[in-house]
């Protein structure tokens, strides 16, 4: 191997070795969550002592730790801010922290599958999070009205205690997956269709909705309904059988339907059990029409 002899070389050797080391060194405090917002993690602590200090949380969650480092956090590595927060299936019995409504980058919310209880808070959507585009909150204990706030793209609230209608501002809303499934929510679900409207995924399942379902129209996108064990009256409508519609998952059944059944290839993939019982649906893949 060749020495370097020249003093400058070496010196300028020396220098980009340094910038190298300092290079990674920022790559890696980046990487690990150096950049964390200092107002972001008042709110992530203040969230976890309203959690009750989950030992899930605490042996991590420590004003010592970069909060961008702790589990269930994401943080936008420019500014530092707080883009995530997952807790989820921590059984933690305890309302919506109010703390989350200071994490105003939030992009995803992920509480699923805890106990959480009371009334999902006002500002769980886009009004006071601006950027929230995810929220989950399925299979927790939360009861009463679906707040008008929560427009959010991506909507999970199955498995809760949820009563009443729906907001009348679910029908401006843009939605991109909506599960409402398994609650006790009641009344016109329709507003969630339309011709217009980018949603691909309305699972509604195992409520009390009643709408008249031929009146609809179905939207684009829409690759997954699920509609079963409700009191939707009236026809699938014929754009169930569009050439071009692929669906995923479809399921009319345990409702008040009636007519024949848009025949398409759905009506091959999907059994009876997807369509029974109704009033009077007919056509494959139940009996034929009289």
């Not at 509604?204 to 909705?209: D, E, G």
């Amino acid at each position: 191997m060749q020495l370097i002899t020249n003093p400058f070389c070496r010196d300028t050797a020396i220098l980009v070795g340094v910038a190298v080391v300092l290079v990674l060194a920022a790559a890696a405090a980046r990487a690990d969550g150096a950049l964390c917002d200092k107002s972001d993690k008042a709110a992530l602590l203040a969230i976890k002592s309203a959690l009750g200090n989950p030992p899930e949380l605490s042996a991590g969650w420590n004003s010592s730790v970069s909060c961008c480092a702790w589990s269930g956090i994401s943080c936008n590595t420019t500014t530092g801010r707080v883009t995530e927060l997952t807790v989820f299936a921590l059984n933690i019995s305890a309302p919506v922290p109010a703390a989350i409504a200071s994490l105003t980058a939030l992009q995803t919310l992920n509480l699923a599958y805890n106990r959480l209880y009371g009334r999902i808070p006002d500002f769980l959507g886009p009004r006071a999070l601006p950027d929230l585009t995810f929220l989950r909150l399925d299979g927790n204990r939360l009861h009463g009205a679906i707040p008008p706030t929560a427009t959010v793209y991506d909507l999970s609230l199955v498995g809760n205690n949820l009563t009443g209608p729906l907001p009348a501002a679910f029908a401006d809303a843009e939605f991109g997956d909506v599960d409402l499934a398994d609650n006790q929510l009641t009344g016109d679900a329709s507003m969630l269709f339309g011709a217009k409207k980018k949603v691909n995924a309305l699972r509604l399942s195992r409520n009390r909705f009643a709408f008249d379902l031929g009146r609809v129209d179905l939207p684009p996108a829409l690759d997954i309904l699920a509609i079963d064990h409700n009191m939707i009256y009236g026809t699938i409508p014929a754009a169930a059988a569009a050439a071009g519609r692929k669906w995923l998952a479809f399921d009319v059944s345990y409702n008040n339907l009636c007519g024949p059944i848009p025949q398409g290839r759905y009506t091959h993939r999907f059994g009876p059990k997807h369509f029974v019982p109704n009033k009077c649906l007919c056509g494959r893949p139940l009996a034929p029409c009289s």
